[in-house]
């Protein structure tokens, strides 16, 4: 029986208008289409596998604004048996690090049926809107547990997690005792889709909102006007132009070649 929590992030759909706001140029999250991050939905998966195996119970954590219970509900209609949504408005604009802190903290208080801890911390390996690819390892610092990242594959077994890292150097083995956190690729499976059932379960299953004073988290070690990394200006990309268009009047090909060295494309 493994206690397993998946850390999940509500995202702005990659095919919306992705723009910054006035003022603190963080990303103004209300202007596109919002969706749990593609990356999350195959570390869910990873954990559902791991509890059709050997049994459990599977928890979803995310930090985000309202709307982010979307987010939460499709990671439960997948299976998750419930979720904790840290829902506050100090937490604009943290950084990777005070994220980090932010989520190490939930976990500190996130509670199983059987009164134990979390054996297992799965993640993305990083998130489309910010690509920091850094909060695992920021976490596990936080907690003191080890940090597999960029996982390919996942075994749970023997109160060990083992698996396969791959880098540009190419495909490591890993292993560490439990309790540990991981963070995912996508090649680490093809995630299920929310079964009518399990859309109509998840709406009956349990979300606790909780709040940065409930786990013990001043107002000020997060947010915006403490992070260590800040956006101090931004230049909106130019409008889209009317091309350039080629009479082919025999020496297209040369046409084409010139105006490929002039771009210097070739």
Excluded: C
């Excluded at 990873?46 to 979307?70: C, F, N």
């Excluded at 690090?97 to 801890?117: C, H």
């Excluded at 880098?167 to 560490?176: H, K, P, V």
Aim: no cysteine.
């Amino acid at each position: 029986m493994t206690n397993i929590v998946v850390l999940i992030k509500q995202v702005p759909d990659t095919w919306s208008e992705r723009k910054l706001t006035d003022g603190d140029y963080t990303l103004d999250r209300e202007a596109a289409d919002a969706v749990l991050d593609e990356i999350n939905e195959r570390a869910v998966e990873e954990a559902l596998l791991i509890k059709e195996a050997q049994g459990g119970e599977v928890k979803v954590l995310s930090a985000g604004p309202d709307r982010a219970t979307d987010a939460i509900r499709k990671a439960l209609s997948m299976g998750a048996d419930s979720a904790v949504h840290l829902n506050d408005p100090s937490l604009h604009g943290s950084d990777a690090i005070q994220t980090g802190y932010a989520l190490a903290a939930a976990l500190g208080n996130v509670a199983f049926e059987n009164d134990e801890p979390a054996d297992l911390i799965i993640a993305g390996n990083e998130a489309t809107d910010g690509r920091t690819g850094a909060v695992p390892a920021i976490i596990a610092e936080y907690l003191q547990i080890p940090a597999l990242t960029q996982m390919r594959k996942l075994i749970v077994a023997d109160g060990k997690v083992t698996g396969e890292r791959e880098t540009d150097e190419g495909i490591f083995g890993l292993e560490a005792t439990l309790p540990a956190i991981v963070s995912v690729t996508e090649k680490i499976n093809e995630p299920r889709f929310p079964s009518f059932k399990g859309i109509m379960a998840a709406k009956k299953k349990t979300v606790q909102t909780i709040t940065l004073a409930d786990i013990g988290v001043e107002d000020g070690i997060v947010g915006v006007d403490n992070a260590g990394t800040t956006v101090i200006s931004s230049t909106p990309k130019p409008p889209k132009t009317a091309g350039e268009r080629l009479t082919d009047e025999g020496d297209g090909g040369d046409k084409i070649s010139a105006y490929l060295v002039g771009q210097k494309i070739i």
